[in-house]
């Protein structure tokens, strides 16, 4: 079972920086591909990015591609994910998932386990 918690979100303004991470309680993450996705309110989760077992294979979102890093750190079994150039259209509660599959996240944008979530407010 891999228990997944977020944490790093906050307010903050049009054109800062924010970290989230997101670490395991539970099993760690060797093995497993680790993505972030986001919801906005009124509107459907979308993919972020992800990051496969074998940290040199990322992949992102147009959306976010070039302002967004995804990394992992294996000794600290966390996954960050470094926002930069912040937009108002970047608010989303922001999630953590997990999945033995790359494809599953990065094609079906699924997975089979998912942290609560840390919201992210950017103002205008």
């Known amino acids: 079972q891999v228990h997944l918690e977020e944490s790093g979100g906050g307010l903050v303004q049009t054109g800062d920086s924010l970290r989230l991470s997101c670490a395991s309680s539970?099993?760690?993450?060797?093995?497993?591909?680790i993505a972030w996705f986001r919801q906005a309110p009124g509107k459907e989760r979308e993919f972020v990015a992800a990051?496969?077992?074998?940290?040199?294979?990322?992949y992102y979102a147009n959306s976010v591609r070039g302002r967004f890093t995804i990394s992992r750190d294996y000794l600290e079994n966390t996954v960050d994910l470094q926002m930069n150039s912040l937009q108002p259209e970047d608010t989303a509660v922001y999630y953590c998932?997990?999945?033995?599959?790359?494809?599953?996240?990065?094609?079906?944008?699924?997975?089979?386990?998912w942290g609560q979530g840390t919201e992210v407010t950017v103002s205008s």
């Open positions: 998932a997990a999945d033995l599959s790359y494809d599953t996240i990065v094609i079906l944008k699924r997975a089979e386990y």
């Open positions: 539970g099993r760690t993450f060797g093995g497993y591909t």
């Open positions: 990051i496969h077992h074998r940290r040199e294979k990322t």
